[in-house]
């Protein structure tokens, strides 16, 4: 498994758009990415569980990837947080 | 008549008959299905109509309200194939041996729950789109077409409007909304303000209104059912006058400020703090050609620090995006009074200490103003302008302390415009006579015609009884404008009108004669003198 943490930039957070995008990037990764904040956890394919994580901008937010490329995924989601939120 | 407050969230006025939209579509049942795989495959055939059914208003809104506020209709797209959605549905179908109708209206109850327990406003809002997705499934399921839009222009009342039901009426049917429920973040919100429609929340609304008349003024934001006569035609008048303004909006935004013959006119608004710039840009002012510091004084109990300042010249600067932005420094005294300036009281304060009279005995409150005025000027394109110049020797003062305040701000390494236009406004008959002098040291005029005309013809603007004498078209005045242009096209410089008289279209075309190059109006006057330039000529 591996992890990266994130610092949203976002001012309204990870809202409906990018929530919706961030489902299907994590869909299309092929491994199973978890998005931990606020001492809740969520499965990123998932976008309303998502989006019921409440995050908002400054927040942290910790994403794990597991199985799969992992270290493909690593790549493109980290980039996708960063063009997105 | 009676009336009824609300919230405004787009202003406006609309006169019409009063629908009553409810969303009656029968009761969801509880029910035992035969079959439980068949109950399921009616769901997922039922969710890919609702999706496709978003597909097309996606498409719709697309074209009508922009990308921006279409994509609402993408993200319940991506709501109602998501797998928690669907994963409820099926789990209480099968956990709970219920028909389909029934899991959807649980599902899209329970996440508009979780929704509406968040903190945040944004995602609380999200409630009303959870219950939209799970209705539109519904209506799948129960063979519903919705078919209670209205059918002629109507005030749509309603409990609260989801973003689909809005999107899905006629626009040409719609003159305002109002809602007892809703935010100001809310789509129908934004819809509104996007169609440019009066639109209230908040309001007790009551079914046994529909079919009467009905009046919204989103200024005041209150409902008037039923108005009377006089109240009718007081509200029509206003909408007669919106409806002017609007079309005058719509043809000449855009537009250059240009004369028949060829001529370009600068076009300018007048302001009285940051808060106006939003009218400016609406009204497509090609840059502010009055900005009255004032108000940073006026509105503080001492004096303003440089960096109160800084940022309030900062701020227009950026959001007038490289327009000019010519800012007055202070014009205190006469009527405008601050108490902690201590001027002390005159017996005749129009001819009094005030403006550049107070800057140059009191050179700190000036030099601390230059300095907050130099420094914006590196955020945007700023041009300071100097009030109430009777003589060639104050302006020399004026140069010689901007002179040391940019080689202070140089030596300090801050930036600033070193190319910094400065003006000087011509509102005194002495400053008009001898502007064949001053243009010589100045950048620009621009004509102050309130106080030029109270001074040219000795007569107080703010005495009523002198209201039939105040004349404002009066040759004098008229024939001063024209020798100010005249030295300042002599000199290479521009010369233009920032007070009331700018907007006066019936002087726009002589102005345009006398060879006026700017005119700067309050922000509502911008279309109006637009059109008026461009049906004149130079000659």
Redesign the interface.
């Known amino acids: 498994m591996k992890s990266f943490t994130y610092k949203i930039t976002d001012p ?2 990870i ?3 990018p929530a ?1 995008l961030l ?1 299907k990037a994590a869909k299309a990764s092929g491994s199973k990415v978890t998005i931990e904040a606020n001492g809740k956890s969520a499965d990123a ?5 998502l ?2 994580l ?1 995050i ?1 901008c400054g927040q942290e937010i910790v994403v794990s990837i597991d199985g799969g490329d992992e270290a493909n995924a690593v790549d493109v989601l980290e980039k996708f947080f960063k063009d997105n939120l | 008549m009676a009336k009824f407050k609300g919230k405004a969230i787009v202003k406006g006025v609309a006169i019409g008959k009063i629908f009553f939209y409810s969303k009656d579509k029968g009761q969801v049942r509880r029910e035992k299905p035969a079959d439980l795989e068949a109950e399921k495959a009616r769901y997922e055939a039922a969710k890919e109509t609702a999706l496709e059914q978003l597909g097309e208003i996606y498409e719709k809104a697309l074209k009508e309200v922009g990308e921006e506020n279409a994509a609402i209709f993408e993200v319940h797209q991506m709501l109602l194939a998501d797998d928690d959605f669907n994963d409820s549905v099926i789990n209480i179908i099968e956990t709970e041996n219920v028909n389909a109708e029934y899991a959807v209206a649980r599902t899209g109850d329970n996440l508009s729950d979780m929704f509406a327990a968040m903190e945040d406003e944004y995602f609380k809002a999200r409630a009303a789109d959870m219950k939209d997705i799970s209705e539109r499934v519904l209506n799948v399921l129960m063979g519903g077409g919705n078919d209670n839009a209205p059918k002629e222009p109507v005030i749509l009342i309603a409990e609260d409007l989801a973003p689909s039901e809005t999107v899905q009426m006629d626009k040409a049917n719609l003159l305002s909304f109002v809602t007892r429920l809703g935010s100001s973040n809310s789509h129908t919100a934004i819809l509104a303000r996007n169609m440019d429609i009066p639109a209230l929340i908040g309001v007790d609304i009551e079914k046994e209104w529909a079919g009467k008349q009905g009046i919204v003024d989103g200024n005041k934001g209150i409902l008037i059912i039923d108005p009377d006569e006089a109240t009718l035609a007081e509200y029509e008048e206003k909408l007669e006058k919106q409806k002017e303004e609007k079309a005058l909006l719509a043809a000449l935004k855009g537009q250059e400020d240009v004369t028949l013959d060829g001529k370009h006119i600068k076009l300018y608004a007048n302001i009285g703090g940051v808060g106006d710039v939003a009218d400016v840009l609406k009204n497509d002012a090609k840059g502010i050609g009055l900005f009255r510091s004032e108000f940073l004084y006026l509105e503080s109990d001492d004096f303003p620090t440089e960096e109160q300042q800084f940022e309030a010249y900062r701020k227009v600067a950026q959001m007038m995006a490289g327009k000019k932005v010519i800012i007055r420094t202070l014009d205190i005294g006469a009527d405008k009074q601050v108490e902690y300036f201590n001027l002390g009281k005159e017996d005749n304060p129009a001819l009094g200490y005030r403006a550049i009279r107070i800057c140059l005995q009191q050179p700190d409150i000036f030099k601390t103003q230059l300095r907050a005025l130099l420094r914006a000027s590196a955020y945007g394109n700023i041009a300071i302008m100097y009030p109430m110049i009777i003589s060639e020797n104050e302006v020399m003062q004026i140069k010689e302390i901007s002179r040391a305040v940019k080689a202070e701000l140089k030596s300090e390494g801050i930036p600033f415009d070193e190319n910094i236009e400065e003006g000087i406004m011509i509102e005194t008959p002495a400053a008009a006579i001898i502007s064949d002098k001053l243009a010589k040291l100045v950048d620009f005029f621009s004509i102050g015609t309130n106080d030029l005309t109270q001074y040219t013809l000795a007569v107080d603007r703010q005495n009523a009884k002198l209201e039939s004498i105040a004349d404002t078209h009066h040759e004098a005045v008229l024939r001063l404008i024209e020798l100010v242009c005249k030295n300042a096209h002599a000199a290479g410089i521009w010369a233009g009108i920032c007070g009331e008289l700018g907007s006066d279209l019936e002087l726009t075309e002589r102005f345009m004669k006398m060879g006026v190059d700017e005119l700067s109006v309050s922000s509502s006057r911008v279309l109006p003198v637009r059109k008026k330039i461009r049906e004149s000529s130079t000659k």
Do not use: T
């Open positions: 309204v957070g809202h409906a758009r919706g489902a394919s998932k976008l309303i569980a989006m019921g409440g908002k």
